[in-house]
């Protein structure tokens, strides 16, 4: 009995245990079942949100891969940049040199590619030049004749016949004297002052040319010949150029002559006026003497203020050909001017010059001719008992600052006028400076364009308004 009580009491509580257990399972199961619906939900919900350390460790990987071919792209781009830097600039050297040579057989090689011809000789005349070149000539001819001007360096034969191969070689030279000869002469015959550099690189040219032809044949324009073929180009080019500059002093000569001659007629004139208006006072107050001796008291109170009057007159033209003639006798006395066209060449631009005229006005409206669309404007005007002296030293202080630096004709400097006012008094000279030029017809000129531009802007505006004015654009 007791036996079966503690059976049932085992079974019974093994029967408990076991619904417990179930119990429990199906609460997990069902648990289970809750969390992963939750899952499920909250996948689907929150999804898109990425694990932070996760994808920072991914993009980092993903980085150093990407950095890498990065930067074996990079190096691939910088080593076929350099290996085209290389090819361009291999290309480019060759298109110069073909440029340069071709435009070396056109004449048209721009000036920047060489320098200011720097002269070989210093001949002081023309003629001197002219001398020099007939003796090149003549050694030229000398080369010839002796047959080393040029020379074939080897014996040839035609078939067997040594005769037929010196005959043969004859020709050749002769043929290449002449080809050299040829373009050597053209090239003289049309050398100036914009194509010397270009004519000595084409005879170099042409020389490297006609011996690299002729190396097969070992026959070769000698050096002594090509030097004497240069120095008869540099020679009649600085022949001309010597031509030109003495044509210009010659003209400059010339010019002076002229200022003198009219200066010379001025002094003559002025004298003779002088000396007309003396002769006449004369008269007057001799005239007027007589009358004074008949006139009476009151009568001679207004003759002798003719008197006074006239005499002064005769003072003043004494003076005027006192003056006259010590000029004339004075052949370095005279004025410096210093003068001013901003409306034909702008600002601080002054021209210096001198003229030994009684009345130095007369040359500036000279100058301020048809030759210039303005007149000029006179900035000072410097008498000095050595005009000539004070001009000099003024062209040759502010001589870097012509605007013209090849012909020393032309008197136009761009300098200010304090400059030139410090050279004048290191000279000892008195100046006065108008600093502002007048330049009435330019300035008015300018008004009237202005005045002009806007009429005609305002003629090419629209009498009514537009229909878009009206009513607008939409």
């Keep these: 009995m007791e036996t079966s009580s503690i059976l049932l009491i085992i ?3 093994t029967l408990t245990v076991s619904i417990l ?8 199961i ?7 619906n939750s899952l499920n939900e909250l996948t689907s919900k929150y999804g898109g949100i990425i694990n932070v350390e996760e994808e920072i460790e991914r993009r980092n990987k993903q980085f150093e891969v990407d950095e890498e071919e990065f930067k074996k792209r990079i190096e691939e781009t910088r080593n076929s940049l350099e290996e085209l830097k290389t090819k361009y600039h291999s290309a480019k050297d060759v298109f110069d040199e073909l440029t340069r040579e071709n435009n070396l057989l056109k004449d048209t090689l721009d000036l920047a590619e060489f320098g200011v011809y720097e002269p070989h000789f210093d001949f002081d005349t023309s003629e001197t030049y002219k001398i020099k070149l007939l003796e090149n000539k003549e050694k030229q001819k000398i080369l010839i004749k002796n047959e080393i001007a040029v020379r074939c360096f080897t014996d ?3 078939g067997t016949s040594r005769k037929q191969g010196e005959i043969m070689t004859r020709r050749a030279i002769q043929l290449t004297t002449r080809a050299f000869n040829g373009e050597c002469d053209s090239m003289v015959a049309k ?24 190396k097969s044949n070992d026959i070769h324009i000698q050096p002594e010949f090509f030097d004497l073929k240069i120095e008869e180009i540099r020679l009649t080019y600085e022949y001309h150029m010597k031509k030109y500059e003495e044509k210009e002093e010659q003209r400059r000569i010339q010019e002076l002559m002229r200022e003198e001659e009219k200066a010379q007629r001025d002094f003559e004139r002025a004298i003779k006026e002088a000396e007309k208006e003396e002769k006449l006072l004369r008269q007057a107050m001799a005239k007027a003497q007589e009358e004074v001796a008949k006139s009476t008291e009151e009568e001679r109170t207004k003759y002798e203020a003719q008197l006074a009057e006239m005499e002064e007159k005769l003072k003043a ?3 005027k050909s006192e003056r006259a003639i010590s000029m004339a006798q004075q052949t370095k006395s005279g004025h410096v001017y210093v003068i001013s066209n901003i409306g034909s060449f702008g600002e601080n631009i002054y021209k210096i010059g001198m003229t030994r005229r009684l009345e130095p006005l007369d040359r500036v409206y000279e100058l301020g001719g048809a030759s ?8 000072a005007m410097i008498y000095s ?4 002296e004070l001009e000099s030293q003024l062209h040759k202080t502010f001589n870097h600052k012509r605007l013209n630096l090849v012909n020393q004709r032309r008197e136009y400097f761009d300098i200010s006028l304090d400059e030139i006012a410090d050279v004048v008094r290191e000279n000892n000279e008195e100046i006065e400076f108008t600093k502002v030029p007048e330049a009435q017809e330019y300035r008015e000129s300018l008004v009237i364009r202005k005045q002009l531009n806007e009429q005609e802007e305002a003629s090419s505006e629209p009498a009514f308004p537009s229909t878009e004015q009206l009513f607008g654009t939409n």
């Design 191 to 214: 050398v100036k002052w914009n194509n010397i550099e270009q004519s000595e690189k084409r005879i170099e040219k042409t020389f490297a040319a006609i011996n690299r032809l002729n």
């Design 21 to 28: 257990l179930a119990y429990l399972l199906f609460q997990r």
């Design 11 to 13: 079974v019974t509580f």
């Design 30 to 36: 069902k648990s289970s079942k809750l969390l992963e």
């Design 372 to 379: 210039v669309p303005f007149r000029f404007d006179v900035h």
């Design 385 to 388: 008992e050595n005009a000539p």
């Design 317 to 319: 033209a004494e003076e």
């Design 156 to 158: 040839w034969s035609v």
